[in-house]
C-alpha cells in the first residue's frame, strides 16, 4: 500500500474513545457520546454547545475498561448489604444492559496499568491476567476511588458480589430467626458508617447498633456547616442508633466468634459484628505520569475536564468523578455531569478535526459548593446553600425514594435490563391471556 493510500485510511478511521472505569462518570460519558454519535444530544446540565444533530463523518467507536462486569450502584451499598431484596438490583452487569448492546461499543474486563499519552496507548490487565494493549484518540479517566469493603464489593464479578453480599447480611442478622440480643459495633462516623448504621437499624429494629466515632461530631471531614452535622446525628439517634463521640476503637477478636470492643475511654463493648467504616479512599490514578496529578494523587484537569498538565497530547485525555481535582463534596451526581462535559468536548473536537469551519465551543464546568443528600434509615437530609437545609421522611421519599435513588439513575441515564424487558413482556402475556383468553404471543411479536 502507497503512504498516500494509508494516510488516506488512516483519516476515515472512527474517532476511537477508551473510557477507563465505567461508575457514574464513565457511564454518564458513555450513553452521551452514544446519544450524540447517533445525532442525539441530551439536555445540557450545564450552557453546552448545539450540536444540530451533526454525526461525525468518521464515526466513533468506544472500548470501555472495567473492573467491574457491571454497573454498580455504590450510593445503595448500605442497602445492597443489609438486605437481600435489594443485593440483586443494584448491579447492573453490562451485557444485560439493553442500549449498551451496540456494534461499535466494546467492554473489556480487567485493570488498566498504564497510560501512555504520547503513543495514546494504554496496557492493560485481563483477568487472566494476561497483559494487553489499547490504542484510543481520546480518553476518559473515571476510575474514582479506591473504597474499602462494605463500601463497595471486594470483587468484579457480578456473581462473586452476590455470594458475598448474602454472606454479610448472614453476619449481620445472626441465624434465622435472629437472636433479639444482636449487637453491632460500625467504627467511623462518615457518610459509609452513617448510612450502614441508619439502614442496619431500619431494616432490623431489634438489632443494637452502636456508632463509634473519634471526632467530637459525625461528618467530621466534610466541610458542611455544623447544624447540619448536629442534625444528622439527631436522626441517628432518633433511629435508635447509639453514639459514642470522641473515641477511638480498637478491636479484638473473641474465642466464640464474638469481638472486643475497646474504646478509649477504657469501655470494652461486646460485639456479635463489627464494621470498619474509618479506611478512606484514594484516588486510582497510578497508571497516569506523575505530572498529571496533585499532591493528593487527584488528576489535575481545566474547565473542559482536559488534563491540566505538559504531557503530550493533554487535550485528548479528560478525567471525570472522584478521580480528579474539583470543588465540593465528591458526589454521584457530579461524576454524571462530569461525564456529560467530558463526552459534549470530545466530541466538539472530533467535529471540528473533521471540519474545522464547525468551530463548535467546548463546555465549561464551573466550580461548586458543598452539598450533600444523606440518608439516615428512614429519613434523608440534603442540604446546599441556596435552599439550606431540609430532612425528614417525606425528604427521603422525594430524594432517594425506596432504594437510594437507583430506579432514578437508571431512569436518568435511560437505561434498561434486559431481564426487567422480559419480565415486562411476560406480564404483558399474561394480561392478554386472562383479558382475551388467547394462547401467549411470541415475545419477538410483543417487542
Not at 455544623?226 to 446525628?233: D, F, G, L, N, T
Not at 468551530?359 to 439550606?388: M, R
Request: aromatic share 8%; proline share 4%.
Amino acid at each position: 500500500m502507497r503512504l498516500q493510500d494509508f494516510n488516506n485510511l488512516s483519516l476515515s478511521s472512527p474517532h476511537r474513545v477508551l473510557i477507563v472505569g465505567c461508575a457514574y462518570g464513565g457511564i454518564s460519558a458513555l450513553v452521551n457520546l452514544l446519544d450524540l454519535s447517533n445525532g442525539r444530544a441530551r439536555q445540557s446540565v450545564y450552557p453546552g454547545p448545539d450540536f444540530k444533530g451533526l454525526k461525525a463523518n468518521n464515526g466513533v467507536d468506544i472500548t470501555v475498561i472495567d473492573e467491574r462486569d457491571g454497573y454498580f450502584h455504590s450510593v445503595g451499598a448500605p442497602l445492597a448489604h443489609v438486605t437481600q431484596k435489594h443485593t440483586k438490583l443494584m448491579w447492573k452487569r453490562f451485557s444485560h444492559l439493553n442500549e449498551l448492546r451496540h456494534p461499535n461499543l466494546h467492554f473489556k474486563h480487567g485493570s488498566v496499568k498504564k497510560i501512555d499519552p504520547e503513543s495514546k496507548t494504554a496496557e492493560w490487565v485481563d483477568k487472566s491476567g494476561k497483559t494487553q494493549f489499547q490504542s484510543y484518540d481520546y480518553v476518559i479517566m473515571a476510575t474514582g476511588l479506591r473504597r474499602h469493603w462494605p463500601a463497595v464489593p471486594k470483587s468484579g464479578s457480578y456473581e462473586e458480589y452476590l455470594r458475598q453480599g448474602h454472606e454479610l447480611i448472614a453476619r449481620i442478622t445472626g441465624v434465622d430467626p435472629a437472636p433479639k440480643d444482636r449487637k453491632i459495633v460500625i467504627i467511623g462516623a462518615g457518610a459509609v458508617g452513617i448510612e450502614f448504621a441508619g439502614e442496619i437499624k431500619h431494616y432490623y429494629p431489634h438489632i443494637s447498633v452502636t456508632l463509634v466515632h473519634s471526632r467530637n461530631e459525625v461528618l467530621s471531614a466534610e466541610p458542611l456547616p455544623a447544624e447540619v452535622k448536629a442534625k444528622v446525628k439527631t436522626l441517628l439517634e432518633e433511629e435508635g442508633v447509639q453514639l459514642v463521640l470522641e473515641n477511638r476503637a480498637s478491636v479484638e477478636d473473641l474465642p466464640d466468634g464474638k469481638f472486643e470492643v475497646t474504646l478509649a475511654n477504657g469501655t470494652k463493648l461486646v460485639a456479635d459484628l463489627v464494621l470498619d467504616a474509618t479506611k478512606k479512599g484514594y484516588p486510582t490514578t497510578s497508571s497516569l505520569p506523575s505530572q498529571c496529578l496533585d499532591d493528593e494523587r487527584e488528576i489535575k484537569v481545566n474547565a473542559h475536564l482536559a488534563f491540566k498538565s505538559d504531557i503530550p497530547n493533554a487535550e485528548s485525555h479528560f478525567g471525570v468523578g472522584d478521580a480528579i481535582a474539583w470543588s465540593g463534596i465528591k458526589r454521584a451526581g457530579g461524576a454524571m455531569v462530569m461525564g456529560q462535559v467530558a463526552a459534549q468536548n470530545i466530541y466538539a473536537s472530533m467535529l471540528n478535526s473533521e471540519d474545522a469551519a464547525h468551530d463548535i465551543k467546548k463546555t465549561e464546568l464551573p466550580e461548586w459548593p458543598a452539598v450533600i443528600g444523606i440518608a439516615v434509615g428512614k429519613q434523608c437530609l440534603t442540604y446546599d446553600p441556596k435552599s439550606g437545609m431540609k430532612f425528614g421522611v417525606e425528604v427521603m421519599k422525594g430524594y432517594f425514594q425506596d432504594d437510594l435513588g437507583w430506579k432514578a439513575n437508571l431512569k436518568y441515564l435511560e437505561l434498561t435490563d434486559v431481564e426487567e424487558k422480559e419480565e415486562h413482556v411476560k406480564e404483558r402475556e399474561q394480561l392478554l391471556i386472562g383479558e382475551v383468553g388467547v394462547e401467549a404471543v411470541a415475545v419477538a411479536a410483543t417487542a
